[in-house]
């Protein structure tokens, strides 16, 4: 599951039971909610500079040793001695980036080395201690203007699809931002209150910082799911902030996500009330 305790994970595999690979979505009850572009936008703090332009994988890119090249500064020797192939991909150990961290002589190098970290082993943890050369990718563009989210989102999405259609497997999503947005929807169930959005609030922090219950199994879980009635759920996200939000792809419903592995549709026709 990531970097979660274990009574997130419990709730993590309990949401998962709820999730509907059919509508892209959760159905707790009577109650149908998903994670959308603009509460993740929020959650991560994306600047506003960096909303519109999405990601996609060109056919002609870089080799990873070129992009990690250019993010760590170092030589072309030493990146490919650290490189790894784990089954069909190929990744670079944590370890050797740490090292980076702690001893590059460049301070830029060394924020851009562990933001590239916080990528691989948080946001995306497909390789799990290693960051996979996909990540690379989509990192090397952020500074770009693109917007790193809808890949987040679809692979999120696919990930529950798979853990939901297998009846379990391991979530390779961003397991933090998941069970924020939950948290942040849910909060009347754990009689716990969210702030209004302000400049320098950040629900991820307070989420970090809020005392949560440790009573609560996987079964707890899922029979509270189960139960839920629309009273119980705080339907906008108390921190959202009015704006224009995306809810169709021209004439069609199903908007395309593109992810760094793979792409999935995005239907928030379907919960928009929680706008």
Partial sequence: MGFVG??????????????NPAYICFTFGKVDLV????????????????????Y??????????????????????????????????KCIPWKHLKDLILAHPDKKKRVDV???SIYGLVIFPKALGHVEEAVSDLFDKLDKGVTPVPAILAETFRSLNACRRA????????AQLL???FHCHFW???????????ENYSPLKELADTPRRDDLSGQKWIAILQNLQVEDVELKAPWM??????????????????????????APLLVIRQY
């Fill in 6 to 19: 274990q009574r997130d994970e419990y709730l993590l595999r309990a949401i998962t039971q709820f999730w």
């Fill in 35 to 54: 994670p959308t572009i603009e509460e993740y936008t929020a959650l991560f703090r994306c600047p506003r500079i960096q909303t519109d332009k999405a």
């Fill in 56 to 89: 996609s994988r060109l056919a002609n890119m870089p080799t990873f040793s070129k992009r990690l090249m250019n993010i760590t500064g170092m030589s072309e020797q030493w990146i490919t001695a650290r490189i790894k192939q784990k089954g069909d991909y």
């Fill in 114 to 116: 562990f933001a590239l």
């Fill in 167 to 174: 009846g379990e497997g391991r979530f390779m999503g961003c």
């Fill in 179 to 181: 069970l924020s947005w």
């Fill in 188 to 198: 009347k169930i754990e009689k716990v209150s969210c702030k209004v959005f302000f």
């Fill in 241 to 266: 902030i009015p704006d224009e939000i995306l809810y169709r792809c021209r004439e069609f419903d199903w908007v395309p996500l593109l992810g760094i592995w793979g792409a999935v549709g995005y």
